[in-house]
């Protein structure tokens, strides 16, 4: 529910024994839990009052300290000088007397980078619009219709500059999220440069929090990182041109006691894949301002006179659940809200990829091998990796040759298709499309398609370079590449993979007035070409993937249903990571696979049984020779195909529960995925050192109804939810990396 209000603040000004007055329109955001207010004053300031969980019907605009700061002269009218540098602004502008971290920078037809927004006016429509300019919808944005989500649309003006910031606000109905974004137009007669237009600013009123963040690297994706606020600026960002395994562009802001259950946390995530910003400044009065958007780092856009730009959205949870009810409402929010199409409620096929049981050194012969042995153990779809494509042996050539390599495919693709087909399974394969490996034939006929600052050395990464995406020939001939690979037999799978940063980022086409405009660009590029990939094959299961999860994040979501998480499949690595994911992602987005032991990565020698108990959090699948397996790892494929159907629904649809933190403890892991109507549970235990002379494990459940009593399929007891959460499961397990699980259904209704 949206709603305004217009009231009177009385405050005190410097000197003044008496009270001013001002007329204040209050604008205030409600669900169920929880309440948003901001209120525009007699200048136009469009200023922050709450965030928070949701408050009663009172005028709360005297949360608003409208007296000016210590140091003001004598006179009755409040100076703006003294008043802008503590405002808890809602998009805040550069050059104005507020010297925190802006939202908002320019540079105006006069090279002046100061700017003044001020409220115009506001709007409410029911829903929640696309993100579009000139009425086409330009990036990735959560999705609502009128029932379930209502929209406040303020409009911002500078009228020196001549600029209009429209403030988009959806609040949802039925989940604790408010998600913003910002639009610019340019209404002047002369070109303006947007230096930094960031998509959200929330003011704190104090610095009495942490700052959680989700920081890594490749193959130790997400790991969760916490500290407390502390005077001057912290932050996470991507200077890489992808979201990147470094940090993820997620932030938040959590109340001190705050843990996996209780307390106040405010999740923020930003529905975006290139460099980002997330950065939290506490000011000399220990107020905290959070703001989240693109990367201002090497960024300039030139606005013309009626050209829009419209920054992506920010997802933002609330939850006085800790981080366990922001994570829920994630998952809520992205399976509901952003991932669409055919795959987006379905059970995805349990799939074989041969990346780590070959690598490049396969040809049909063997993956028909591996494909007709994992057919007879109930394995779905087939996934041909890297190396099928070109000349391409090794990592050095071919990337951007999308013609079959017929050394290894002879006959092109069909002959296998068919083949696999035959065998009732699906066959997947994976591109690389935004990259072009020197040895290429796409290179020697257009090294003006890379990405490159003409007259400067290239930066190769793994041998290749990046194409650039903002121009639409490239984009399209790519297109057409990918489009002669899928109409030439049934492919039902694209993994999209992404295999290195941006560097010297020049574009060869665009003006050199508009050459800081790539990094976006790119990503806009990105998201045409996933656009049309989505439209042009509707049923189509797109995975995401970029070295692992360097580029996991809500935008790709958008297009695909799921994501490889990481490139590190040691499932007691994966506790780690997959934990991590789930602090936003929901488990029926995050990419899991068995694969073989001494773990390719870190050497590790794990159970079969844990790997596969550890991979069914995700869209379940085998990275592995199937045919060089031992029988008995082999023999315990059929059981986790048939756990998987069995679970799958539950994990998918339910609520994840996290139990055990493998960041603080390397005693245990543990978590629960319960079904929303709370008549089922599946809990799984995986213990990762032993221990010698210690009493058992006891592990208390989450979730569940405390009143409904629970039948435990394995050890056959009922117990009530009460008890599996107050006096917990006892756990006698011996040996590192052994895991367990209990699944849980109700018995009777008390
Ligand atoms: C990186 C991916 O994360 C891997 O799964 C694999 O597809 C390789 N690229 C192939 O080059």
Redesign the pocket.
Known sequence: MIREQETTVRFHVWGSPELSEERVRLIRLDNDGMTYAMAVTEEGYLLHVYYGKRCGEDDLTYLLHLEEGNYVPRHHKREKGGFMDSRPFEYPCHGIGDYREPCFMILDGDGMSSCDLRYKSHRIVQGKPALTEKGVSVIPATFAGSEEAETLIVTMEDSHAGLLVELNYSIFRNLNVMTRSAKVYNRGYRDTRVQRVLSACVEFPSDRYDMVTLNGSWARERGVCRAPLHGGVQAVDSRRGISSAQHNPFAAICAKNADEDHGEVFGFNLVYSGNFLAETEVNDKRQARFVMGINPYDFSWLLKPEEEFTAPEVVMVYSEEGFGGMSRTFHDLYRNHLIRGYWKDRERPVLI?N??AT?FNFDQDKLYAIAEQASKLGIEMLVM???WFGHRDF?DSSLGDWHVYEKKLAGGLKPLVDRVNALGMKFGI?F?PEMVSEDSELYRAHPEWAIQIIGRELTQM?AQYVLDYSNAEVRDYVYGMLRNILDSANIEYV?W?M?RALTEVGSTTLPAKRQRELWHRYVLGVYDLMNRLTTDYPKLLLEN????G?RFDPAMLYFSPQI?T??DTDAIERLKIQYGTSFCYPASAMGAHVSDCPNHLVGRTVPFETRGDVALVGTFGY?LDVTRISEEDRNQIPGQVERFHRFNPLIRKGDHYRIGNPFESSEYDAWAFVSKDKNEALFTFVRILGAANMPPVNVKLKGLDPKKRYLCEQTGQVLSGSTLMNCGLNIGTRGDFMSKQYYFRVAEEA
């Open positions: 990829n990346w780590e690598y990796d890297d190396g990592d994976w690389e793994r993994k993979d295999n993937c970029s070295s692992g360097g490889w990481s490139d990275e």
